[in-house]
């Protein structure tokens, strides 16, 4: 148990001397090869002086991905649809149900105005259209008890024409007040207002008794099936679409929270004032967006980064690479089960800061040490210490979280 505690120990400091000589290697490299040897003459006090010396080592695991290249664009939230909705008859308003920002299902009541006139005026046709069918029932019959008697020589010609004009005048009023009766019962129908589909009452432009004219707005309704987020694109981004890997939002309500999105429609024109094309944005999984038309927010478009487009580049810490013996640049691999590790040749495409662009020698999976590798030799024995810049992070033997990607997402 004491071996246990004294090796643990050992590793935890060398792995803070790794970390320390990664920050700032010309300082920090005499404090690490300090750190090594005191943890070395620790195994070699507790296991024996014939021991094999396990070096503790931050082990990485290789991922190669396409890099990302972010740009935020301002924008507003607006429902799927958002309707005006409005009478089409005038009258006093008597019932007005609903209040803003409640929700209302399709084929629901919104509003009312006073019917009686229009059921007056119902009424009224209805009894007039049973009149004139009673009078073109009469007249057919007449037409043909005239037409019998021309036929018997009983009567004159002049009567029967009589009898044809009052049959054809009595169906054309039938069906002159079978229409007026249509348009009045649809007058009817229509001092009610009715929800054309399921959404929120977004703005109430009326108030209980107003006298409100035909087609005057009366109610801002929002659709509730889906969330648009509209944006201005450049003309710069539109030629770059066919490199978009993803486009996530962010609403100014809601900082650090984000919603993934897909591109609904775009204008294909520019406006004129901007040179911009308006965008809509679908987004997805927005049960708990805020149903505020025009809220604010940025829309966060990753694109491939036009200067890594070759799949299969990967990104490593220059702490990484160390010189071979016959030249070249090298990293060490980590291998087999106890692990060890093995120099790796590797082709550098450029050096960027603290990291380098590695495009041959390695591949998806591989793990390789980020940190420490002067201290290493072929086929040194190793102890994975976990997730590499995380001095906290893992356990020994545990290097699931030690990745690395080939280059993260930066925004500007």
Request: aromatic share 4%.
């Given at each position: 148990?004491?071996?246990?505690?004294?090796?643990?120990?050992?590793?935890?400091?060398?792995?803070?001397?790794?970390?320390?000589a990664a920050k700032d290697p010309d300082r920090e490299t005499d404090a690490a090869r300090t750190a090594v040897k005191t943890e070395d003459a620790a195994q070699l006090d507790t296991l024996g002086p014939h021991a094999e010396i396990v070096r503790p080592a931050?082990?990485?695991?290789?991922?190669?991905?396409?890099?990302?290249?972010?740009?935020?664009?301002?924008?507003?939230?607006?429902?799927?649809?958002?309707?005006?909705?409005?009478?089409?008859?005038?009258?006093?308003?008597?019932?007005?149900?609903?209040?803003?920002?409640?929700?209302?299902?399709?084929?629901?009541?919104?509003?009312?105005?006073?019917?009686?006139?229009?059921?007056?005026?119902?009424?009224?046709?209805?009894?007039?259209?049973?009149?004139?069918?009673?009078?073109?029932?009469?007249?057919?019959?007449?037409?043909?008890?005239?037409?019998?008697?021309?036929?018997?020589?009983?009567?004159?010609?002049?009567?029967?024409?009589?009898?044809?004009?009052?049959?054809?005048?009595?169906?054309?009023?039938?069906?002159?007040?079978?229409?007026?009766?249509?348009?009045?019962?649809?007058?009817?129908?229509?001092?009610?207002?009715?929800?054309?589909?399921?959404?929120?009452?977004?703005?109430?432009?009326?108030?209980?008794?107003?006298?409100?004219?035909?087609?005057?707005?009366?109610?801002?309704?929002?659709?509730?099936?889906?969330?648009?987020?509209?944006?201005?694109?450049?003309?710069?981004?539109?030629?770059?679409?066919?490199?978009?890997?993803?486009?996530?939002?962010?609403?100014?309500?809601?900082?650090?929270?984000?919603?993934?999105?897909?591109?609904?429609?775009?204008?294909?024109?520019?406006?004129?004032?901007?040179?911009?094309?308006?965008?809509?944005?679908?987004?997805?999984?927005?049960?708990?967006?805020?149903?505020?038309?025009?809220?604010?927010?940025?829309?966060?478009?990753?694109?491939?980064?036009?200067?890594?487009?070759?799949?299969?580049?990967?990104?490593?810490?220059?702490?990484?690479?160390?010189?071979?013996?016959?030249?070249?640049?090298?990293?060490?691999?980590?291998?087999?089960?106890?692990?060890?590790?093995?120099?790796?040749?590797?082709?550098?495409?450029?050096?960027?800061?603290?990291?380098?662009?590695?495009?041959?020698?390695?591949?998806?999976?591989?793990?390789?040490?980020?940190?420490?590798?002067?201290?290493?030799?072929?086929?040194?024995?190793?102890?994975?210490?976990?997730?590499?810049?995380?001095?906290?992070?893992?356990?020994?033997?545990?290097?699931?979280?030690?990745?690395?990607?080939?280059?993260?997402?930066?925004?500007?």
């Amino acid at each position: 148990m004491v071996a246990g505690l004294v090796v643990l120990l050992g590793s935890a400091v060398v792995y803070g001397a790794y970390a320390l000589a990664a920050k700032d290697p010309d300082r920090e490299t005499d404090a690490a090869r300090t750190a090594v040897k005191t943890e070395d003459a620790a195994q070699l006090d507790t296991l024996g002086p014939h021991a094999e010396i396990v070096r503790p080592a931050a082990v990485i695991e290789v991922t190669a991905q396409r890099p990302i290249q972010v740009r935020a664009l301002p924008g507003t939230l607006h429902p799927a649809r958002a309707s005006r909705l409005a009478f089409r008859v005038g009258g006093p308003l008597i019932d007005l149900p609903v209040e803003e920002g409640d929700l209302a299902v399709a084929g629901s009541l919104l509003a009312e105005i006073d019917p009686r006139d229009f059921a007056l005026a119902v009424a009224e046709l209805e009894a007039r259209l049973k009149a004139a069918q009673a009078a073109r029932r009469l007249a057919v019959l007449q037409h043909r008890r005239q037409a019998q008697l021309v036929e018997r020589g009983h009567t004159s010609r002049a009567n029967l024409d009589e009898a044809i004009a009052e049959r054809d005048r009595t169906a054309a009023e039938t069906a002159s007040l079978t229409q007026q009766l249509a348009t009045a019962q649809a007058a009817l129908d229509d001092t009610r207002l009715i929800a054309p589909f399921d959404g929120r009452v977004a703005r109430l432009h009326v108030e209980q008794h107003d006298y409100l004219s035909a087609r005057q707005t009366a109610i801002t309704f929002h659709d509730v099936s889906g969330v648009d987020f509209v944006v201005d694109l450049p003309e710069r981004m539109v030629a770059r679409l066919r490199h978009l890997q993803g486009i996530e939002v962010e609403l100014s309500d809601t900082p650090g929270e984000s919603y993934r999105a897909t591109i609904r429609e775009m204008a294909s024109e520019q406006a004129a004032e901007t040179g911009t094309y308006r965008t809509t944005l679908r987004l997805s999984g927005v049960e708990s967006v805020p149903p505020l038309a025009g809220l604010s927010g940025t829309a966060h478009l990753m694109f491939l980064d036009a200067a890594f487009r070759r799949s299969g580049e990967i990104a490593l810490p220059s702490s990484a690479i160390f010189p071979g013996a016959e030249g070249g640049d090298r990293v060490w691999v980590v291998e087999g089960s106890p692990a060890r590790v093995a120099a790796r040749p590797v082709s550098v495409a450029a050096v960027e800061g603290d990291q380098v662009r590695i495009v041959a020698g390695l591949a998806n999976g591989e793990r390789i040490v980020a940190y420490g590798v002067d201290f290493l030799r072929e086929g040194q024995a190793v102890r994975p210490l976990g997730t590499a810049g995380d001095p906290d992070g893992g356990s020994q033997g545990d290097v699931e979280g030690g990745h690395i990607a080939a280059r993260g997402a930066a925004r500007p």
